[in-house]
Each structure stands twice: as structure tokens, then as C-alpha cells.
């Protein structure tokens, strides 16, 4: 099969086709900006910075799909919500602007992701990067916060989650995930008009809800977003941490072209559920990846692509955000072991080089 180039490798796989190899992606924005040297806090801050991190990283690794991000924090920090920019580690939310009452939604507005932070800074990132790398590689502009999770951080994650169990103010909760689609809305289209090749979106992990409040509050919430962004020149990943096999159907049902899952959502299941609807991004376990050796990643690596790859439909990687200490070395073997035991045959069969 003739060699692709890394954005057609990818998009075959979105596509339902048959790549010349499984494409590798890898959540590292952390660790991008520790491979160049950068001072954590101020990189994640810094478009400039973040992009050069990212192509370093990238000139060095080879890798298929570009994650680009500064956290789960942006589109709450353009909210209005404080941030804390650790020295080293993810940045987090410490003030939550709906802590003291869901009415407070009426005061909020929906922030222009050009004009505010941190959102512009992850808009220039991936600005500078389409302008480097052109077509070269499949460039996503990583937008976090999914409805319920954006939520949750405007009010106070535990609140958030007794405030869908309860259900006691259902008006406000539903205006509350209005606006966060809102906002997420306008992010993920604004990431297009910088240059990505798609988007993502991080929605409250389903060991934190359960199926059920997700199926009552998040899902809806998500379905709209993906049907105001995703196009056939554009696509939408969604990412839910955890187990996600119980909500496999609702997670299809979005119209995201991308599911990305980890290592804990069964794989001959999620096979069969998404052949020919979405694909897979995934799941090798980041604490592996991180604190594993080489040939420990290399073993999940090729289990992964032993069940998902045959017929095309995998992108590998991490199937959550890799630490900042993540070994040079063991990434190195998550992607070699793609280019190995992940080349395809005309048929979508694999064979090792």
C-alpha cells in the first residue's frame, strides 16, 4: 500500500477506510513543554511557546495527531473562573463562578475566544502550527470542556453532580449546560477558523456520574454541540475518562467521528460498537506510559491493536493526558509499535515489518 502522509493516515481512519498504518496521537501537552525546557506555568500561558513545544516535540517523534491544549481550564478561565498555573502539573480551577448559586448563570456571558484568556492563547498555538506544518499532520485543537464538565467547573464538581442528583432546580441546571454548549460551541468553531483539522471535547468521566446522570443531563448537551461543529472537513473527538462501555451507545449517538476512550472501556466491545460509525482513539493507559517500561508499553500498545485495528478504525495513543515526567523512551515505543505491528493490507488485515 502506498505510504500516506499523516493527516491522510488519520483521515482514512476517521472515514471508515484502510490507512497504510494505524496513526499514533498522543495527549503530551505537558509534556511537550517539559521536552523543550519551558517554564510550565508561563508555556501554558504563552501561544508562541506552546506551539514551538508542540513542533519540537513533533520533529523529534513523528507522531500523527498534534493535541493541542493548555489544560482542562480554558473555556472556564474565559468564564471568568480562577486559575491556578502550577509549576509543574495541569493547571486546575480554584474559584468557581456559580459556587454560591445556580442563578448566577443570568450574570454570565458567552466570552469571545479570540479576545480572551486562556482560550486565544490555544488559538494562536494552533494558528502558528497550521502555518508551519501546513497539511502535513492532522492538527487538533483541543477544546475541554464538554458541557457538563464546564459546568461543573463553574459551579464546584461535587456541587454540580448533587445539584443533578437532586435535581431539585432542574430550570437552572439546564440553563447552566445551555450556556457551557454555548461557549463550548463557539470555542470548538473558532479552533476551525484557526487552522485544526478537528476538535475535542472532554465530558465528565462516567465513573464520576454514572450512566444514568449522564444520560440525563450531559448527553443532550453533547449531542448539540457535535451537530453545531462537526462537518466533513471538520472533526469533533469526545473523550469521557473512565469506563465508558455502558454509554457507548449515547457516545455514538453525538455524531462525533472520534470516540476517545482509555484503557478501563472493554475493547472487543467497543469494537464492535463502533465499526463503521466512529473511531477509536486510544487506549493504552497514560500511568503506563509514564511510570511503565519500554516493553510494558509496547505490550499494550500491540493488545491494542491486535483488537482494534483489523479493518481499520484505531488511532493509537494514550487514552488520557500523559504527566509531564512521561519517558522520552516509552513514548518512543508507543509510536514504534504502530509502524511495526500496525501496517495494513489492501484487505484491512495487519501485518508486522
Partial sequence: MEQMTSLERTMAVIRHQIPDRVPVDLHNFLVTIAYAGYPMAEALQDGEMLAEAQLKFWRDFRHDVLLVENGVVAEAGA?????DWPVEGPPRVVGHLLADGLEKIQDLSVPDPWKTSPMRQNLEAVRIMRQELGDQVFIMGRC??????????????????????????????HQVLEFCAQVQTRYMLAMKEAGAHGTAMGEMGVDIIGPQLHRDFAHRYDCQVVEMVAAPDYTVALHICGDATLILPEMIATGAQILELDYKTDKVTAKAALRGKAAFLGPVNPELISNGTPAEVEDAAREAIDVLGPDGGLILGPGCALGHTTPPENIHALIKTAWKYGVYNPDGTLRAV
Avoid: K
Fill in 79 to 83: 468564564c471568568g473562573c480562577e486559575i
Fill in 144 to 173: 475541554d470542556q464538554a458541557p457538563a464538565s464546564l459546568a461543573g467547573a463553574l459551579r464546584g464538581y461535587e456541587q454540580f453532580i448533587v445539584d443533578m442528583a437532586l435535581n431539585e432546580q432542574p430550570e437552572l441546571i
